[in-house]
């Protein structure tokens, strides 16, 4: 469950637990690793997906925008494991490589720039 459905409250009084949904009618399962930024979360499945949702002012979500999402988006197959802090995302593949999205001005993509990412990009 998460807190909250996309809604807002000056009181935070309509912060209600609500299970993620994939479509109008499928919810997120088979989950087996949650991670959350500043404002992103991401969602590991036992079969290696990575959906993400959330704030995306740095192209965190690895969605190739910078639009933010109410709703989820899968971002990445034949996944291991998944990090997430501040506005950065990363994620290891099966073959254990690494691969990084968003906030980049100090390096912490590993990529050798300092330049935002809104793509997975292999660090």
């Known amino acids: ?20 949904k994939v479509s109008e009618t499928e919810y997120l399962t088979n989950v087996i690793k949650i991670s959350a930024g500043a404002n992103h979360v991401l969602a590991l499945t036992k079969d290696g997906e990575v959906y993400t949702w959330g704030k995306n002012n740095a192209g965190q979500l690895g969605t190739g925008n910078r639009t933010n999402s109410l709703t989820i988006a899968k971002i990445a197959n034949k996944i291991t494991d998944i990090s997430c802090a501040g506005n950065e995302t990363i994620v290891k593949d099966i073959e254990g490589n690494i691969y990084g999205t968003g906030q980049n001005t100090n390096g912490e993509l590993g990529n050798g720039e300092n330049e935002n990412s809104q793509h997975l990009y292999r660090g």
């Open 1 to 20: 469950m998460v807190v909250g459905a996309g809604t807002v409250s000056a009181h935070g009084t309509d912060a209600k637990p609500v299970q993620v």
